[in-house]
């Protein structure tokens, strides 16, 4: 039987779906980040082994509905996962975010192609970036536009000729406007503000202590800048915003407006490098589309606005799912 793993590695977690040739799910692993910028290259590298050679195990259990939710840690060691040897025709497609050049995709295939070899695992490879994947599952094809407002942010397009662009995706230093890093920074610059005297009350305050346990909001700062704090982090803070924003909290509001502004701009600025995409359709992908109505609102808005032929689609599939749907279309071909 011919089987396609999709890979969707992203900052805060990583969804590893294995299908069949018409897509059908077969198994599944959700395991931690596999961004090589976020948790290093050789974490990255052993986690997706493990998570490749776990998802396979499941379905050779004939477990297709198993899920494991592992919170991964640096010591993860692919040598702890049992082999899970596989005989067929397997083609697998990791869709990574923070992998953007050629050299970056070069050196994970060969990483991950001696991980599985030495499991006994023969594959053929494709590595691209997340973008990619979440593209396919929100358009069912490999051309068009996509918005991904999830740990990170970008706007990501490619012509039916092959031709690709991108806007944003620059990481958290660079960029990442609308993001669920933005919004949670933001969100936590806001409530410092606040405790200031600078700016009014917010409820965001509340929300946040009580959330973490907290008595004082000097506990914040103890843990934002403790030595294992990194973006996905801080991204986590964006439920807070979110959720006091559907409750009219000004200064929630006024965040998650920006945000959704800003990755509108972002959208309009591909149109440009290309007018074709103005004509064609957005997929709308990550977790703050899905979790903030707002955030989807304005962004819809502003949209209809400066794009008025553009269709706007909600992606209702995981960008894992995209992944396998790649690895099913590039089998053969150089990706």
Known sequence: MKLFIGVDGGGTKTDVYVADADGNELGRYIGGSTNPHSVGFEV???RLGSYLIEALASVRAGMPENSHDREADASVQTAAVPAARYS???GVCLALSGVDTPEEREKVSRAITAILEQAGICTELCVTNDAESALMAALGREYGML????TGSIVFGRTPDGA???VGGWGH???????GYRIGLDALQAIMRSYDGIDPPTSMTKAVLESRGWTELLELKAYIYGPQIHKQH??????????AASEEDPAAMRIVKRNALELAAQAEALALKNRWFAQDSLGLGGSIFKHSALFESIFRSRLAE???DLRLQLSDKPPAYGAARLAAARLSSDC
């Open 164 to 166: 690709r662009y991108r």
């Open 234 to 243: 801080i991204a986590e803070f964006a439920r807070v915003a979110i959720g």
């Open 44 to 46: 990255a590298s052993s």
């Open 88 to 90: 067929g025709q397997l």
């Open 147 to 150: 918005a991904i407002a999830g």
């Open 306 to 308: 400066a794009l008025p």
């Open 173 to 179: 230093l660079l960029g990442d406007g609308g993001s």
